[in-house]
């Protein structure tokens, strides 16, 4: 099969280790031509650029910034992007003729370039549901259903049922996902709707105990405590005013310590509060390379994942895989609506906490030092194998067609 694989991320490479490339070079693994657009924001002052590399095309296009800028400007760049992926299936690949488009969201304003390819080609559709939007940002305060405000959401959603109503299947990422759009989408027919999990080609990254031990030299991080990592983005989404709850709450402890790394748009509130209160044991830093990060996280004790205690959409971190690559055990700390907590609960790798309760966060940590984390570990690598390689969800999707 041709596919045309659309996302607003940058596919660095087609051996970029992230879920997408994954993804795709499975497809290509069997057979299968992969053609993909993707995004290159303005920022980085480089053009639209045509690449062919180990069996994949791709069309990075020229957008404007839709990250770490102001509203208005994602805003109008985020409303662009499908007449410009359009404009670039037309240059590069217009003597391809596609048999399947994947596509995930964010965002859903590539309904009309989608539209346009299957049409043209008569082409199947396969969404890759990553997001719930627009409730996501009502959730957050960011919309509202009802008053001023509530025209944006109105026309997002509008395109949200548009882009459901295009794609022949959808592929959510755990089984609240589905039950949550079939519920909020009786027009949606329950049959092209699946769970088709964020996924990675599995490498096992867990490092001996010397090579632990060096890596955390290296950054300053202790030898001789539990060590606790989150890893990603720090935006609105995690619940930063609650994670700092959880981390002045262990202010006083000798025996963890709590390595946060990344950067997003409320990195500020947490580098303010470190700042200000200077607590011993807890470390902020900025996002790593992706070796260096995966090294990083492999030489901790436990992965944490928080999300806002407001979300009433089933999200699904995929920060998850890469601590269950790692071999290491998982404390989230959560909404009730998603059922993350209850996966890895269920799996045997980790605890699950709601993220309004910093009694049920601090009852984790004490109960850590007890815990047989090496079995724990080699739980999350088994139940990855099983459920989150991207051999499973390539067999997903390519039993379709």
Not at 350 to 359: F, I, K, R
Request: glycine share 6%; aromatic share 10%.
């Amino acid at each position: 099969m041709n596919i045309l694989f659309l996302s607003i991320g940058d596919v660095p490479n087609i051996r970029h280790r992230e879920i997408y490339p994954d993804l795709l070079r499975e497809f290509i693994k069997n057979n299968h031509n992969v053609y993909v657009i993707c995004a290159r924001e303005k920022r980085k002052n480089l053009d639209t650029e045509y690449v062919e590399e180990d069996g994949a095309k791709l069309v990075k296009v020229k957008i404007g910034n839709i990250t770490k800028t102001n509203l208005i400007e994602k805003g109008i760049s985020t409303l662009r992007i499908s007449s410009q992926y359009k404009s670039a299936i037309k240059k590069y690949f217009s003597d391809v003729k596609f048999d399947l488009i994947l596509y995930s969201t964010p965002p859903i304003t590539l309904v009309n370039c989608i539209e346009y390819v299957k049409k043209r080609d008569g082409a199947k559709t396969y969404l890759l549901l990553k997001d719930i939007f627009p409730q996501n940002a009502v959730d957050l305060g960011m919309f509202t259903q009802t008053g001023p405000k509530s025209i944006i959401y109105k026309y997002f959603r509008r395109k949200e049922s548009k882009l459901y109503a295009l794609s022949d299947y959808i592929g959510c990422m755990s089984q609240a996902n589905v039950d949550y759009v079939l519920e909020h989408n009786p027009e949606v027919n329950k049959n092209v709707v699946e769970v088709c999990p964020n996924s990675i080609d599995v490498v096992d990254m867990s490092v001996d105990a010397q090579t632990r031990e060096e890596i955390r030299k290296k950054y300053g991080i202790p030898t001789n405590k539990k060590v606790l990592v989150y890893g990603g983005n720090l935006g609105k989404p995690q619940g930063i005013d609650f994670l700092i709850e959880c981390l002045r709450s262990q202010q006083n402890r000798d025996d963890a310590y709590f390595l946060i790394v990344g950067d997003g748009a409320e990195f500020g509130k947490l580098d303010s509060y470190i700042k200000a209160e200077k607590p011993v044991n807890v470390k902020l830093m900025k996002r790593l390379p992706k070796n260096d990060y995966d090294a990083m996280v492999a030489a901790c004790d436990v992965g944490m994942i928080f999300l806002d205690h407001r979300f009433t959409i089933p999200n699904f971190p995929s920060r998850l895989l890469a601590y269950m690559q790692a071999k290491i055990p998982v404390l989230a700390s959560t909404d009730p609506n998603t059922d993350i907590g209850k996966v890895i609960t269920e799996g045997g790798f980790g605890w699950w906490c709601e993220s309004n309760s910093v009694q049920g966060f601090t009852k984790i940590v004490d109960s850590i030092g007890s815990s047989d984390l090496k079995a724990m570990g080699d739980n999350a690598y088994r139940v990855l194998n099983e459920k989150y390689s991207v051999r499973e969800s390539y067999n997903i999707i390519a039993n379709h067609f």
